[in-house]
Protein backbone atom coordinates (compact mmCIF):
# COMPACT_ATOMS: atom_id res chain seq x y z
CA UNK A 1 0.00 0.00 0.00
CA UNK A 2 1.47 3.32 -1.26
CA UNK A 3 1.27 5.97 1.38
CA UNK A 4 -0.57 9.06 0.43
CA UNK A 5 1.03 12.07 -1.06
CA UNK A 6 -1.90 14.32 -0.81
CA UNK A 7 -3.52 16.09 2.09
CA UNK A 8 -7.04 16.11 0.75
CA UNK A 9 -8.71 14.52 3.70
CA UNK A 10 -7.53 17.74 5.76
CA UNK A 11 -10.78 19.66 5.21
CA UNK A 12 -10.64 23.25 7.38
CA UNK A 13 -14.14 24.35 5.80
CA UNK A 14 -15.79 21.44 7.31
CA UNK A 15 -13.97 22.10 10.31
CA UNK A 16 -15.05 25.77 10.14
CA UNK A 17 -19.05 24.57 9.25
CA UNK A 18 -18.74 21.79 12.49
CA UNK A 19 -17.22 24.51 14.95
CA UNK A 20 -20.25 27.02 13.87
CA UNK A 21 -22.82 24.51 14.24
CA UNK A 22 -21.37 22.94 17.67
CA UNK A 23 -22.90 26.04 19.89
CA UNK A 24 -26.30 25.37 18.82
CA UNK A 25 -26.54 21.86 20.54
CA UNK A 26 -28.66 21.42 23.33
CA UNK A 27 -28.36 19.45 26.52
CA UNK A 28 -30.66 16.85 25.47
CA UNK A 29 -28.20 16.46 22.62
CA UNK A 30 -25.39 16.02 24.46
CA UNK A 31 -26.87 13.87 27.14
CA UNK A 32 -27.63 11.44 23.66
CA UNK A 33 -23.55 11.95 23.14
CA UNK A 34 -22.62 11.14 26.61
CA UNK A 35 -24.67 7.75 26.42
CA UNK A 36 -23.19 6.64 23.32
CA UNK A 37 -19.70 7.53 24.63
CA UNK A 38 -20.04 4.78 27.36
CA UNK A 39 -20.69 1.87 24.54
CA UNK A 40 -16.91 2.44 24.08
CA UNK A 41 -16.84 3.09 20.39
CA UNK A 42 -15.57 6.64 20.38
CA UNK A 43 -17.54 9.65 18.80
CA UNK A 44 -17.85 11.45 15.57
CA UNK A 45 -15.91 14.99 14.80
CA UNK A 46 -19.35 16.86 15.23
CA UNK A 47 -20.02 15.04 18.42
CA UNK A 48 -15.92 16.02 19.29
CA UNK A 49 -16.94 19.63 18.71
CA UNK A 50 -20.33 19.71 20.58
CA UNK A 51 -18.91 18.66 23.93
CA UNK A 52 -15.71 20.95 23.07
CA UNK A 53 -17.98 24.32 22.84
CA UNK A 54 -19.33 23.45 26.36
CA UNK A 55 -19.36 25.85 29.12
CA UNK A 56 -22.38 24.85 31.12
CA UNK A 57 -20.93 24.03 34.63
CA UNK A 58 -23.91 21.07 34.97
CA UNK A 59 -22.85 19.51 31.18
CA UNK A 60 -19.12 19.56 31.92
CA UNK A 61 -19.79 17.56 35.53
CA UNK A 62 -21.38 14.94 33.20
CA UNK A 63 -18.43 14.78 30.83
CA UNK A 64 -15.90 14.30 33.55
CA UNK A 65 -17.90 11.93 34.72
CA UNK A 66 -18.50 9.76 31.77
CA UNK A 67 -14.74 10.21 31.00
CA UNK A 68 -13.86 9.14 34.77
CA UNK A 69 -15.99 5.86 33.69
CA UNK A 70 -14.49 5.31 30.76
CA UNK A 71 -11.27 5.67 31.33
CA UNK A 72 -11.75 3.39 34.58
CA UNK A 73 -13.29 0.68 31.99
CA UNK A 74 -10.51 0.52 29.72
CA UNK A 75 -7.03 1.56 31.34
CA UNK A 76 -8.40 0.75 34.82
CA UNK A 77 -6.23 2.74 37.44
CA UNK A 78 -2.49 2.06 35.51
CA UNK A 79 -0.39 4.89 34.41
CA UNK A 80 2.00 3.74 32.05
CA UNK A 81 5.60 5.70 32.81
CA UNK A 82 8.66 6.54 30.53
CA UNK A 83 11.52 9.37 30.21
CA UNK A 84 12.24 11.74 27.34
CA UNK A 85 16.48 11.51 26.48
CA UNK A 86 17.03 14.47 24.29
CA UNK A 87 20.19 13.58 22.74
CA UNK A 88 20.51 16.63 20.53
CA UNK A 89 19.26 20.54 20.41
CA UNK A 90 21.36 21.69 16.66
CA UNK A 91 18.20 22.35 14.40
CA UNK A 92 18.04 23.57 11.24
CA UNK A 93 14.64 24.97 11.88
CA UNK A 94 13.64 28.10 12.74
CA UNK A 95 10.49 27.57 14.47
CA UNK A 96 9.27 30.81 16.47
CA UNK A 97 7.83 29.29 19.35
CA UNK A 98 11.34 26.62 20.39
CA UNK A 99 14.11 27.30 21.94
CA UNK A 100 15.85 25.13 19.81
CA UNK A 101 15.16 27.15 16.45
CA UNK A 102 18.67 27.92 14.89
CA UNK A 103 18.63 31.70 15.17
CA UNK A 104 18.33 31.25 18.90
CA UNK A 105 21.74 32.11 20.34
CA UNK A 106 21.16 32.43 23.71
CA UNK A 107 21.04 28.13 23.49
CA UNK A 108 23.72 26.22 24.50
CA UNK A 109 24.04 24.12 21.75
CA UNK A 110 25.09 20.02 22.32
CA UNK A 111 24.77 17.06 20.46
CA UNK A 112 25.70 13.92 22.47
CA UNK A 113 28.27 10.82 21.70
CA UNK A 114 27.25 7.83 22.14
CA UNK A 115 28.62 7.24 25.07
CA UNK A 116 27.43 10.26 26.41
CA UNK A 117 24.38 8.88 25.32
CA UNK A 118 25.23 5.87 27.40
CA UNK A 119 25.78 7.58 30.20
CA UNK A 120 22.36 9.10 30.07
CA UNK A 121 20.87 5.72 29.85
CA UNK A 122 22.47 4.84 32.84
CA UNK A 123 21.66 7.38 34.74
CA UNK A 124 17.70 6.82 34.05
CA UNK A 125 18.19 3.33 34.41
CA UNK A 126 19.46 4.23 37.96
CA UNK A 127 16.34 6.13 38.13
CA UNK A 128 13.94 2.94 37.70
CA UNK A 129 13.15 3.90 33.99
CA UNK A 130 12.59 0.71 31.53
CA UNK A 131 10.61 2.86 28.50
CA UNK A 132 12.57 6.30 27.20
CA UNK A 133 11.62 8.54 24.57
CA UNK A 134 14.39 9.64 22.00
CA UNK A 135 14.29 12.88 20.85
CA UNK A 136 16.43 15.40 18.79
CA UNK A 137 16.31 18.57 17.06
CA UNK A 138 16.29 18.30 13.40
CA UNK A 139 19.85 17.76 12.23
CA UNK A 140 21.46 19.73 8.45
CA UNK A 141 24.22 16.61 8.42
CA UNK A 142 23.56 13.52 6.65
CA UNK A 143 24.95 11.58 9.46
CA UNK A 144 21.72 12.80 11.60
CA UNK A 145 19.50 9.47 11.17
CA UNK A 146 22.62 7.28 11.37
CA UNK A 147 23.19 8.71 15.15
CA UNK A 148 19.87 8.29 15.78
CA UNK A 149 20.12 4.97 14.87
CA UNK A 150 23.21 4.26 16.90
CA UNK A 151 21.56 5.89 19.82
CA UNK A 152 18.67 3.45 19.95
CA UNK A 153 21.46 -0.05 19.70
CA UNK A 154 23.41 2.60 22.35
CA UNK A 155 20.37 2.54 24.62
CA UNK A 156 19.20 -1.03 24.30
CA UNK A 157 22.65 -1.88 25.33
CA UNK A 158 23.16 -0.66 28.78
CA UNK A 159 22.65 -3.23 31.60
CA UNK A 160 23.05 -1.74 35.15
CA UNK A 161 22.75 -4.75 37.90
CA UNK A 162 19.19 -5.99 36.76
CA UNK A 163 18.21 -3.05 35.30
CA UNK A 164 18.17 -1.86 31.63
CA UNK A 165 15.64 -0.21 29.13
CA UNK A 166 13.58 -2.28 27.49
CA UNK A 167 11.56 0.06 24.88
CA UNK A 168 12.67 2.66 22.76
CA UNK A 169 10.20 5.47 21.24
CA UNK A 170 11.40 7.81 18.93
CA UNK A 171 10.25 11.23 18.50
CA UNK A 172 12.49 13.05 15.29
CA UNK A 173 11.69 14.87 12.12
CA UNK A 174 9.74 13.55 9.34
CA UNK A 175 11.66 10.37 7.72
CA UNK A 176 11.37 8.61 3.96
CA UNK A 177 9.77 4.99 3.98
CA UNK A 178 12.83 3.72 3.67
CA UNK A 179 14.35 5.12 6.77
CA UNK A 180 11.29 4.38 8.53
CA UNK A 181 11.69 1.13 7.51
CA UNK A 182 15.26 1.16 8.72
CA UNK A 183 14.03 2.67 12.29
CA UNK A 184 11.45 -0.42 12.59
CA UNK A 185 14.28 -3.14 12.15
CA UNK A 186 15.98 -1.01 14.94
CA UNK A 187 13.62 -2.13 17.15
CA UNK A 188 11.20 1.01 18.06
CA UNK A 189 7.29 1.24 20.12
CA UNK A 190 6.27 4.32 18.95
CA UNK A 191 7.50 6.45 16.57
CA UNK A 192 5.55 10.16 17.75
CA UNK A 193 5.52 13.19 15.50
CA UNK A 194 3.14 16.63 16.30
CA UNK A 195 2.20 18.45 13.44
CA UNK A 196 2.45 21.14 15.88
CA UNK A 197 -0.63 23.08 14.29
CA UNK A 198 -3.05 21.45 11.55
CA UNK A 199 -3.81 25.62 10.76
CA UNK A 200 -2.02 25.92 7.02
CA UNK A 201 -1.70 29.52 7.75
CA UNK A 202 -0.78 29.50 11.63
CA UNK A 203 2.07 26.82 10.51
CA UNK A 204 3.67 29.00 7.44
CA UNK A 205 3.81 32.14 10.12
CA UNK A 206 5.68 29.94 13.04
CA UNK A 207 7.81 27.70 10.84
CA UNK A 208 9.54 30.48 8.71
CA UNK A 209 12.51 28.36 7.81
CA UNK A 210 13.86 24.85 7.37
CA UNK A 211 12.52 21.62 6.40
CA UNK A 212 9.86 22.03 8.74
CA UNK A 213 8.24 24.55 7.01
CA UNK A 214 7.11 22.17 4.60
CA UNK A 215 3.74 21.51 6.04
CA UNK A 216 2.40 18.68 3.80
CA UNK A 217 6.02 16.98 3.80
CA UNK A 218 5.40 17.06 7.74
CA UNK A 219 1.61 15.85 7.86
CA UNK A 220 2.10 12.57 5.48
CA UNK A 221 4.76 11.46 7.50
CA UNK A 222 2.63 9.43 9.81
CA UNK A 223 1.25 7.76 6.56
CA UNK A 224 5.21 7.01 5.21
CA UNK A 225 5.51 5.70 8.95
CA UNK A 226 2.74 3.00 8.62
CA UNK A 227 3.69 2.44 4.82
CA UNK A 228 6.89 1.23 6.39
CA UNK A 229 5.44 -1.01 8.96
CA UNK A 230 5.38 1.07 12.05
CA UNK A 231 1.56 0.37 12.94
CA UNK A 232 2.04 2.42 16.48
CA UNK A 233 2.33 6.04 16.01
CA UNK A 234 1.91 9.23 18.43
CA UNK A 235 0.52 12.37 17.19
CA UNK A 236 -1.23 15.50 18.97
CA UNK A 237 -0.94 19.31 18.36
CA UNK A 238 0.99 22.04 20.02
CA UNK A 239 -2.05 23.98 22.37
CA UNK A 240 -1.52 27.41 21.85
CA UNK A 241 -0.38 27.89 18.37
CA UNK A 242 -3.96 28.07 16.86
CA UNK A 243 -7.59 27.98 17.79
CA UNK A 244 -7.70 24.48 19.73
CA UNK A 245 -10.70 23.49 18.93
CA UNK A 246 -9.79 23.42 15.09
CA UNK A 247 -6.70 22.20 16.10
CA UNK A 248 -8.54 19.36 18.19
CA UNK A 249 -10.75 18.30 15.07
CA UNK A 250 -8.23 18.33 12.04
CA UNK A 251 -6.61 15.95 14.32
CA UNK A 252 -9.85 13.69 14.41
CA UNK A 253 -9.78 14.29 11.07
CA UNK A 254 -5.82 13.28 11.01
CA UNK A 255 -7.48 9.73 13.15
CA UNK A 256 -9.50 8.89 10.69
CA UNK A 257 -7.79 9.03 7.59
CA UNK A 258 -5.52 6.74 9.29
CA UNK A 259 -7.92 4.66 10.29
CA UNK A 260 -9.73 4.87 6.76
CA UNK A 261 -6.56 4.07 4.94
CA UNK A 262 -4.24 1.55 7.44
CA UNK A 263 -6.95 0.06 9.63
CA UNK A 264 -5.87 1.41 12.68
CA UNK A 265 -5.57 5.34 14.41
CA UNK A 266 -2.62 6.35 16.26
CA UNK A 267 -1.80 4.11 19.44
CA UNK A 268 -1.24 7.45 21.48
CA UNK A 269 -2.15 11.36 21.95
CA UNK A 270 -0.27 13.60 23.46
CA UNK A 271 -1.58 17.09 24.99
CA UNK A 272 1.40 19.46 25.19
CA UNK A 273 0.65 23.52 26.00
CA UNK A 274 3.26 26.05 24.79
CA UNK A 275 5.15 26.82 27.66
CA UNK A 276 7.87 29.37 27.82
CA UNK A 277 11.03 29.05 26.01
CA UNK A 278 14.43 30.36 26.40
CA UNK A 279 14.66 33.27 23.63
CA UNK A 280 10.82 32.82 22.46
CA UNK A 281 8.78 36.17 22.98
CA UNK A 282 5.83 33.89 21.46
CA UNK A 283 6.31 31.16 24.15
CA UNK A 284 5.95 33.76 27.12
CA UNK A 285 2.26 34.73 25.47
CA UNK A 286 0.44 31.86 23.22
CA UNK A 287 -1.32 33.44 20.49
CA UNK A 288 -4.73 31.39 22.06
CA UNK A 289 -4.01 30.01 25.41
CA UNK A 290 -5.37 27.57 26.52
CA UNK A 291 -6.79 27.82 30.44
CA UNK A 292 -6.29 24.71 32.89
CA UNK A 293 -10.30 24.79 32.72
CA UNK A 294 -10.59 24.10 29.33
CA UNK A 295 -7.21 21.86 29.20
CA UNK A 296 -8.90 19.11 31.35
CA UNK A 297 -11.89 19.58 29.41
CA UNK A 298 -9.50 18.63 26.56
CA UNK A 299 -8.32 15.30 28.20
CA UNK A 300 -11.70 14.68 29.03
CA UNK A 301 -13.52 15.01 25.70
CA UNK A 302 -10.78 12.98 23.92
CA UNK A 303 -10.76 10.16 26.45
CA UNK A 304 -14.42 9.80 25.06
CA UNK A 305 -13.72 10.26 21.57
CA UNK A 306 -11.36 8.14 21.03
CA UNK A 307 -11.62 5.46 24.28
CA UNK A 308 -8.93 2.70 23.39
CA UNK A 309 -6.05 5.68 22.47
CA UNK A 310 -3.30 6.69 25.03
CA UNK A 311 -3.19 10.03 26.10
CA UNK A 312 0.28 11.39 27.32
CA UNK A 313 0.90 14.46 29.98
CA UNK A 314 4.41 15.68 29.91
CA UNK A 315 6.19 17.43 32.53
CA UNK A 316 5.21 20.83 31.01
CA UNK A 317 2.42 20.57 33.08
CA UNK A 318 2.37 21.13 36.94
CA UNK A 319 1.99 17.91 39.61
CA UNK A 320 -1.42 19.22 40.05
CA UNK A 321 -2.43 19.47 36.99
CA UNK A 322 -1.01 16.28 36.16
CA UNK A 323 -2.76 14.73 39.12
CA UNK A 324 -5.91 16.55 38.51
CA UNK A 325 -6.26 14.46 34.76
CA UNK A 326 -4.97 11.19 35.59
CA UNK A 327 -8.82 9.77 36.19
CA UNK A 328 -10.05 12.27 32.99
CA UNK A 329 -8.09 10.45 30.36
CA UNK A 330 -4.30 10.49 30.88
CA UNK A 331 -3.23 6.73 30.69
CA UNK A 332 1.07 8.14 30.61
CA UNK A 333 3.27 10.16 32.20
CA UNK A 334 7.00 11.01 32.44
CA UNK A 335 8.72 11.61 35.44
CA UNK A 336 11.83 13.21 36.61
CA UNK A 337 12.52 14.97 32.84
CA UNK A 338 15.06 16.60 31.70
CA UNK A 339 15.00 18.69 28.66
CA UNK A 340 18.47 19.31 27.76
CA UNK A 341 21.27 17.03 26.65
CA UNK A 342 23.33 15.68 28.99
CA UNK A 343 20.51 16.69 32.36
CA UNK A 344 20.30 13.18 33.73
CA UNK A 345 23.82 12.30 34.24
CA UNK A 346 24.44 15.66 35.32
CA UNK A 347 22.13 16.11 37.70
CA UNK A 348 22.83 12.15 39.20
CA UNK A 349 26.42 13.63 40.16
CA UNK A 350 26.40 15.30 43.22
CA UNK A 351 29.23 17.48 42.70
CA UNK A 352 27.64 19.06 39.23
CA UNK A 353 24.23 19.08 40.51
CA UNK A 354 23.83 22.65 40.44
CA UNK A 355 25.52 23.50 37.17
CA UNK A 356 23.05 21.21 36.21
CA UNK A 357 19.97 23.27 36.91
CA UNK A 358 21.28 25.90 35.86
CA UNK A 359 22.15 24.18 31.61
CA UNK A 360 18.57 22.94 32.06
CA UNK A 361 17.58 26.78 31.30
CA UNK A 362 20.16 26.95 28.95
CA UNK A 363 20.11 24.29 26.65
CA UNK A 364 16.25 22.73 27.02
CA UNK A 365 13.36 23.20 25.02
CA UNK A 366 10.93 24.64 27.29
CA UNK A 367 10.64 25.23 31.00
CA UNK A 368 9.62 22.30 32.69
CA UNK A 369 6.37 22.60 34.82
CA UNK A 370 7.03 19.68 37.24
CA UNK A 371 10.65 19.12 38.90
CA UNK A 372 9.97 16.06 40.67
CA UNK A 373 11.84 13.08 41.03
CA UNK A 374 10.62 9.78 38.94
CA UNK A 375 10.28 8.10 42.96
CA UNK A 376 8.59 11.37 43.69
CA UNK A 377 6.29 11.25 41.40
CA UNK A 378 5.65 7.38 41.50
CA UNK A 379 4.53 7.85 45.11
CA UNK A 380 2.19 10.39 44.31
CA UNK A 381 0.51 8.03 41.59
CA UNK A 382 -0.04 5.47 44.00
CA UNK A 383 -0.94 7.76 46.85
CA UNK A 384 -3.81 9.13 44.76
CA UNK A 385 -5.10 5.98 43.81
CA UNK A 386 -3.30 4.67 40.71
CA UNK A 387 -0.71 2.28 39.88
CA UNK A 388 2.68 3.11 38.30
CA UNK A 389 3.55 0.59 35.20
CA UNK A 390 6.50 -0.05 33.99
CA UNK A 391 5.47 -2.60 31.37
CA UNK A 392 7.01 -2.92 27.95
CA UNK A 393 5.05 -6.17 27.16
CA UNK A 394 2.76 -5.23 24.15
CA UNK A 395 6.03 -4.02 22.18
CA UNK A 396 7.60 -7.22 22.96
CA UNK A 397 4.95 -9.72 22.51
CA UNK A 398 3.63 -8.01 19.35
CA UNK A 399 0.47 -6.56 20.47
CA UNK A 400 0.84 -3.29 18.40
CA UNK A 401 -1.24 -1.67 15.45
CA UNK A 402 -4.56 -3.56 14.83
CA UNK A 403 -3.74 -6.49 16.78
CA UNK A 404 -3.71 -4.24 20.06
CA UNK A 405 -7.12 -2.96 19.03
CA UNK A 406 -8.35 -6.66 18.60
CA UNK A 407 -7.41 -7.16 22.17
CA UNK A 408 -8.50 -3.64 23.69
CA UNK A 409 -11.71 -3.35 22.34
CA UNK A 410 -13.44 -6.56 23.65
CA UNK A 411 -11.40 -5.96 26.68
CA UNK A 412 -9.25 -8.62 26.35
CA UNK A 413 -6.02 -6.64 27.14
CA UNK A 414 -6.80 -5.96 30.60
CA UNK A 415 -5.99 -9.70 31.98
CA UNK A 416 -2.49 -9.11 30.54
CA UNK A 417 -2.08 -5.31 31.44
CA UNK A 418 -3.27 -5.59 34.85
CA UNK A 419 -0.75 -8.29 36.22
CA UNK A 420 1.76 -6.48 34.20
CA UNK A 421 1.32 -3.63 35.33
CA UNK A 422 1.99 -4.78 39.04
CA UNK A 423 4.26 -7.18 38.32
CA UNK A 424 7.03 -4.24 36.75
CA UNK A 425 5.38 -1.77 39.44
CA UNK A 426 6.97 -4.34 42.56
CA UNK A 427 10.45 -4.66 40.03
CA UNK A 428 10.69 -0.65 40.79
CA UNK A 429 9.74 -0.84 44.52
CA UNK A 430 12.27 -3.61 44.77
CA UNK A 431 15.17 -1.89 43.23
CA UNK A 432 15.06 1.32 43.67
CA UNK A 433 12.37 3.07 45.31
CA UNK A 434 12.38 5.04 48.74
CA UNK A 435 11.09 3.95 51.87
CA UNK A 436 8.07 6.05 52.15
CA UNK A 437 7.40 4.47 48.59
CA UNK A 438 7.73 1.16 49.00
CA UNK A 439 5.17 2.13 51.78
CA UNK A 440 2.62 3.45 48.99
CA UNK A 441 3.39 1.27 46.76
CA UNK A 442 2.44 -1.77 48.71
CA UNK A 443 -0.61 -0.24 49.84
CA UNK A 444 -1.74 0.70 45.98
CA UNK A 445 -0.69 -3.22 45.00
CA UNK A 446 -2.98 -4.59 47.74
CA UNK A 447 -5.81 -2.16 46.62
CA UNK A 448 -5.48 -3.37 42.68
CA UNK A 449 -5.44 -7.11 43.97
CA UNK A 450 -8.41 -6.53 46.21
CA UNK A 451 -10.22 -5.20 42.94
CA UNK A 452 -9.22 -7.68 40.68
CA UNK A 453 -11.20 -10.62 38.86
CA UNK A 454 -9.85 -13.77 40.70
CA UNK A 455 -8.64 -15.19 37.78
CA UNK A 456 -6.65 -12.00 37.03
CA UNK A 457 -5.67 -11.49 40.62
CA UNK A 458 -4.39 -15.25 40.68
CA UNK A 459 -1.99 -14.73 37.65
CA UNK A 460 -0.96 -11.60 39.28
CA UNK A 461 -0.04 -13.33 42.26
CA UNK A 462 2.41 -15.81 40.71
CA UNK A 463 3.70 -13.05 38.60
CA UNK A 464 4.60 -10.72 41.46
CA UNK A 465 5.80 -13.56 43.26
CA UNK A 466 8.45 -14.67 41.17
CA UNK A 467 9.57 -10.79 41.15
CA UNK A 468 10.01 -11.16 45.14
CA UNK A 469 12.12 -14.11 44.25
CA UNK A 470 14.82 -12.31 42.76
CA UNK A 471 13.26 -12.86 38.86
CA UNK A 472 13.13 -9.90 36.55
CA UNK A 473 11.19 -9.36 33.76
CA UNK A 474 8.17 -10.98 34.25
CA UNK A 475 5.41 -10.75 31.61
CA UNK A 476 2.29 -11.78 30.05
Not at 109 to 135: M, V
Not at 360 to 376: I, K, M, T, Y
Amino acid sequence: MMASTTTDWLDEGRIADTLARSSTVDSGQIQAILTKARELKGLAIDEVAALLALEQPDLLAAVFETARWVKNEIYGRRIVMFAPLYYSNSCCNECVYCAFRRSNRELARKTLSQAQIARETAALIDQGHKRLLLIAGESVTDAGFQHLLDAIATVYSVKRGSGEIRRVNVNVAPLSVEEFRALKAAGIGTYQLFQETYHRKTYAEVHIAGRKSDFDWRLNAIDRAMEAGIDDVGIGPLLGLADWRFDLLAMMQHIAHLEERFGVGCHTISVPRMEPALGSTMSEAPPHHVTDADFKKIVAVLRLAVPYTGIIMSTRETAEMRRDTFSLGVSQVSGGSRTDPGGYADAADAAGAAAAAAAADDAGQFQVGDHRSLDDVVRDIAEVGFTPSFCTACYRMGRTGRDFMDLAKPGLIREMCGPNALSTFVEYLEDYASPATVEAGERAIRRELDAMDPKIRHYSEIMIAKVRDGKRDVFR
